[in-house]
């Protein structure tokens, strides 16, 4: 039996929208039909490169793939989600909805071309020419605008790690009511690994700021842990309806093995710190070896880190800018080399005493015996290996949380729940 590969991009403007709710509304659609169970594993949320200029928010473009029994199934599910789009869309500003489909005859048939157009899609910008190219050659169809891109790379989200995010809608125009810190504090220790940037200290990260019709969203690594949690507060703060998703959310999906700056793209600089200054707003500006400027926000909370870098051989990561210095604004640092040591003296080698210099080249007297003698110094580095993370309420869409190490790949192995949509 064949199967629809479906993606949307694109649907959401300035003042409103989110292209998760329009894929939400179509599978409702599905599901009122009682034709939800044809649909294979979950939806996906794929955010693409949070450095590409064309994004209102957080770059998220959405596919299913749903088993169909002949084109023309396959054809009125393409129409039902184009006249979704028309009713939830306002095409202001910079919006420009497009959707990508094709049939293939094995769910797990993705073609190779696809993958890498989704890869390339993550870390680096493609033009739409590209993706009619591709789509060309592996039979998908495309239809509207720019949102083809990330409709089309959204089909081609072959995760080796992934994640899941449980979303809750508020209706039309109502508020979003404040959620207790309490109730996240509870439900974060419950569910703990299993779900992750919940809570900052005493800040609730879970509910979005913008216009769209987001309630919340639970992340995490075990859709029944976001499920459990999302069930919860989901009734108690009365949300119209909600959904899990697959997503690459969370996996570091974005980060290339690239390292020179190339504009719009995350890459890497390895190189020793040979001056750090911190300007007015308090961002911080660290220069490297081979000449590269690299800032830290301010926001971030890293700046503190950051100080006392000097001379140390650093991995910084980030996006870079494209302004002619091609700085890189960092996502995250390690040290590789600290070249800070300190010098002990050694303790007595006749009584085990705390011994002192006297003056003369390298002479060592025992405080405790009186030995004297030249013995070599002890050298030790200071060991200050730093690995630099922004604070959590701070992390982009795709960035890993240090909390996520370990479980990588787990999503894939455990079972889509009975109750995924609501
Ligand atoms: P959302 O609010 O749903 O999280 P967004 O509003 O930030 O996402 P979109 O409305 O999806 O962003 O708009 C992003 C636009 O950029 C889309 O048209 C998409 O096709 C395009 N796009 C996404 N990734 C790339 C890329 N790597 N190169 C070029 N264009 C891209």
Redesign the pocket.
Known sequence: MPYLLLGI????WEGGG???YVMYSFIKYLDKENHVDSIVGLPRLTR??PY?P????????LSVIIRVSSEDEARDHVELMESLIDQLTRKEG???P?IAYMVIDHAADINGKLVWFYG???R????IDLAHRVANSVGAKLRG???????L?SLGFMPRDATYEFIAYRSEGSERPPIDVRDIRLWNDTTKPFTFLNLDGEQVLIEPHGP?PVLFGIRGDSPYHVLAMGNYLASKYGAIGWIIYMTNQGTDEHRSRINEGIPYMNVNFISTVINESFDERGHAHLVLSNSQEIIAYRHLGISRNLSGCIGCLVHAWGGVKPNDKLNLYIEGMRTLHDRYVKVKNPRCPVCGGPMESIGRAGLLRCKRCGFKDKLPRIIMPRNRWLLINPRMSEYRHLMKPQERIGLEGLALYIPRPFLWVY
Not at 54 to 61: H, I, L, V, W, Y
Not at 124 to 127: A, F, I, K
Request: glycine letters at 14%.
């Open positions: 991009d694109d649907t959401d989110c292209t998760t693409l490169n590409v064309f994004k209102t928010r957080g770059n998220a473009s910079k919006t420009s497009g390339k899609s993550v680096d910008v493609v033009t605008g720019r949102g083809v891109i990330g409709a790379a769209d």
